[in-house]
Structures are given as C-alpha cells and as structure tokens.
C-alpha cells in the first residue's frame, strides 16, 4: 500500500504558523525528490517548496520565501513543511507529494500525492 499521509493543517490566525507533516508508507522517502504543492479556490495547482533527492537543493516559490522551510527526516520517512508568518493568501489546500526523478520541479514527475489538507488563515 503506496499512500502519504499527511497531517498539521487548520486555522490560524495571520502571522502564525502551523507545520505539516507527511509520512510516507510503503515507499522510502530517500530517493524521491518531495514537494509541497497548494491549490487555492478557482486557482491552479502551485509548487510551493521542493527539496531535490541529488544534491538536497531546495526551492521556494516567491510568494511563500522567507516563511517557509522544507525539510525531510528520511529515518523517520516524513517530509515537513514549516509555515511561518502565514497570510491570508496563504489559505488553500495543501498536498505532499514524491517525485521518483530526484528532480522534483515539474509536477509531472511527481508519482504519489498525499490527499490533501486544508490550511486556512484568517485575517
């Protein structure tokens, strides 16, 4: 059973911070590049943050650089997404996802996706 399960998203309010974890079954995190994508209402599918498997290489998108940290814990098979200083905008439902390349920027070679958890930030 290949699955990702995902958990740490809710309220908040602006300006905390919430971290999402992903444990991953049935696969090992260790060769996968990871990535946290987001889907806001009548928006399309966003990279947020991905860490590649090669060279442990990280990316952020502009709108979340600063506040967010992506991380891994291959000993534990579980990715993390550390949120700080969220936003309004930053409301959306969140998926962690596995890519078997190691490249991890193009979510067309992501393999496994997590079902997704709502984060929603008031204001």
């Known amino acids: 059973q290949v699955q990702l399960v995902e958990s740490g998203g809710g309220l908040v309010q602006a300006g905390g911070s919430l971290r999402l974890s992903c444990a991953a079954s049935?696969?090992?995190?260790?060769?996968?590049?990871i990535g946290w994508f987001r889907q806001a209402p009548g928006k399309e599918r966003e990279l947020v943050s991905c860490i590649s498997s090669s060279d442990g290489s990280t990316y952020y998108a502009d709108s979340v650089k600063g506040r967010f940290t992506i991380s891994r814990d291959n000993a534990k098979n579980t990715m993390y997404l550390q949120m700080n200083s969220l936003k309004p905008e930053d409301t959306a439902v969140y998926y962690c996802?596995?890519?078997?390349?190691?490249?991890?920027?193009?979510?067309?070679?992501?393999?496994?996706w997590g079902q997704g958890t709502q984060v929603t930030v008031s204001s």
């Open positions: 996802a596995t890519d078997s390349s190691g490249w991890g920027f193009d979510i067309m070679g992501y393999d496994y």
């Open positions: 049935g696969f090992t995190l260790d060769y996968y590049a």
